[in-house]
């Protein structure tokens, strides 16, 4: 079984703050995803990386996928109460795999 | 275009009791996962259905159950339901194996 180790699991920061986010893994996965939930809702898909040091910016988010496409990480500047959610990391290990594998999630609080 | 659907968003059952919740893709998309998620465990991937049939399964026992029909809606059932399997459950469509998910708001079911 793959596992996606993310971390920190809460994170509690003020507006105007910077911040990372990791997803780990000892498996090889052929792209990754972060979504972001809010309450409530389901999971809205904000990215997907696929190569091997990729990295990808979605205005103040930036989203970088490991050489080894073993990990990634998201990070925030300037961080607003508005990114507050549940930041989930997923992954397909392969061709032909259809099962996404989340990692449990990082719990953002901004506070204004 | 509509986004995915799911009904009832709540439900309160009785231990032992069995369940039948639904899911309405988007429109064009064939592809439907479902996911169960909790605080402990996270996101949990228990099956995709394509084209009606069934093509991926997750580590679930063989209460739960699913089934898609010709107009791409899927159903999950779960029988002899206990209290852990409270939860969210979520369901997510998608186009094609590339494509991204695109998640519903969740069925809340709670085991009394």
């Known amino acids: 079984t793959q596992l996606l180790e993310q971390s920190p699991q809460f994170l509690s920061i003020q507006e105007g703050e910077n911040l990372t986010v990791y997803c780990n893994s000892s498996s090889v996965f052929s792209s990754l995803q972060w979504y972001r939930q809010e309450p409530g809702e389901g999971p809205v898909l904000l990215v997907t990386v696929v190569t091997g040091g990729e990295v990808k910016k979605l205005k103040r988010l930036t989203f970088q996928f490991g050489d080894a496409r073993k990990d990634s990480s998201l990070h925030i500047t300037a961080a607003q109460p508005g990114d507050t959610g549940l930041y989930l990391c997923?992954?397909?290990?392969?061709?032909?795999?259809?099962?996404?594998?989340f990692g449990k999630g990082t719990k953002l609080s901004v506070i204004p | 275009k509509a986004g995915v659907t799911q009904t009832p968003r709540y439900l309160i059952k009785t231990r032992g009791q069995q369940v039948t919740l639904s899911c309405s893709p988007i429109?064009?998309?064939?592809?439907v996962s479902w996911y169960q998620q909790t605080p402990g465990q996270g996101l949990q991937f228990l099956f995709e259905y394509f084209s009606e049939t069934q093509r991926n399964k997750g580590n679930f026992p063989g209460r739960f159950s699913g089934r898609q029909f010709s107009n791409s809606r899927s159903e999950m059932n779960v029988s002899t339901l206990e209290l852990g399997d409270s939860a969210l459950y979520l369901c997510?469509?998608?186009?094609?194996?590339?494509?991204?998910?695109?998640f519903g708001n969740g069925t809340r079911l709670t085991v009394t």
């Open positions: 997923a992954g397909f290990s392969g061709a032909g795999s259809y099962q996404l594998t």
């Open positions: 429109s064009g998309h064939r592809s």
């Open positions: 997510a469509s998608r186009y094609g194996d590339n494509s991204p998910l695109h």
